[in-house]
């Protein structure tokens, strides 16, 4: 697992999840909210979106989380090794993706390049909560037809459903880091 991609819908976790996971391998993390979004919650021109995500996605070992597929998956999985597909409920990702725009929204944080969500935005038809409910039922088909292309054949897959079963598969993954550290250091 050296160049990792982590989907699944709008409030499943995907940067948190990404965030932690590259902090546990010790590797570079990108947000590609932040490739898409420039400031002013102004998207991207296709063009330049898929040079950042081209020049972002260069290196030997980076976990990214983002969907974006039909703009950038030919690029991005096909240079992944890995995929991890957060598959929650929607009433898990609703609640998340409700406590995180509430959030958001009372404190005033930032989502990327200076982006902030607001009630009104929140209250609007661009509401990422309505964004939700207009996608979660796609992707969920979208995604197992995706994984199943031939050209991304190569990729280790790994679905996770719940957020326990996410944290039992991350401490497998410190575990197994931290035993091979240890091998390292009596091999050095």
Request: glycine fraction near 6%.
């Amino acid at each position: 697992m050296n160049r990792i991609v982590v989907i699944g819908v709008t409030g499943s976790g995907k940067t948190t999840f990404a965030g932690h996971l590259a902090r546990l391998l010790d590797t570079p993390h990108i947000e590609m909210d932040a490739l898409h979004w420039n400031p002013d919650w102004q998207e991207s021109s296709r063009e330049d979106f898929v040079k950042k995500v081209e020049a972002a996605t260069g290196g030997q070992a980076w976990v990214m989380d983002g969907n974006y597929t039909s703009k950038v998956a030919h690029i991005v999985w096909a240079r992944a090794d890995t995929i991890i597909w957060l598959d929650y409920s929607f009433r898990v990702t609703l609640s998340r993706l409700v406590v995180r725009t509430i959030r958001r929204v009372l404190l005033g944080e930032e989502c990327c390049n200076g982006n902030r969500e607001t009630l009104k935005k929140a209250l609007s038809k661009d509401s990422i909560i309505l964004w939700a409910f207009k996608s979660y039922w796609r992707r969920q088909q979208d995604f197992p037809k995706k994984l199943s292309d031939p050209a991304y054949g190569h990729l280790l897959s790994v679905r996770l459903r719940s957020p326990k079963e996410t944290a039992a598969w991350l401490e497998q993954v410190k575990h197994n880091r931290t035993a091979k550290l240890s091998v390292l250091k009596l091999e050095a």
